[in-house]
């Protein structure tokens, strides 16, 4: 069973940076597709970033330029680096995991960015 385990997020003030990282059980994350969601209090989940197994990425625009979305296939981890953070990127982050036939999503951590 693949399980997700996040870590980093935390209490920043405007303009700072903070790394989440993700770290993945079982031998199939070097064949995954990665990415990173975020929901914001009264907004629906929205995806972040994402990675394919073979490294290409995309952002949303609203993140474009300021995080960075990597992955560690040896450490069966992703990483999302977040520089200028704002206080809008307040949100509970979510790594997620997908291959055809298999979606695991991580417990959230909390990011919060004070004016």
């Known amino acids: 069973q693949v399980q997700l385990v996040e870590s980093g997020g935390g209490l920043v003030q405007a303009g700072g940076s903070l790394r989440l990282s993700c770290a993945a059980s079982?031998?199939?994350?070097?064949?995954?597709?990665m990415a990173w969601y975020r929901q914001a209090p009264g907004k629906q989940r929205a995806l972040v970033a994402r990675?394919?197994?073979?490294?290409?990425?995309n952002y949303a625009d609203s993140v474009k330029g300021r995080f960075t979305i990597s992955r560690d296939n040896a450490k069966s981890t992703v990483y999302l680096q977040m520089n200028s953070l704002k206080p809008e990127d307040t949100a509970v982050y979510y790594c997620?995991?997908?291959?055809?036939?298999?979606?695991?999503w991580g417990q959230g951590t909390l990011v919060t960015v004070s004016s």
């Open positions: 079982g031998s199939i994350f070097r064949l995954n597709v």
């Open positions: 990675v394919s197994s073979a490294g290409s990425t």
């Open positions: 997620n995991l997908l291959l055809p036939g298999l979606e695991v």
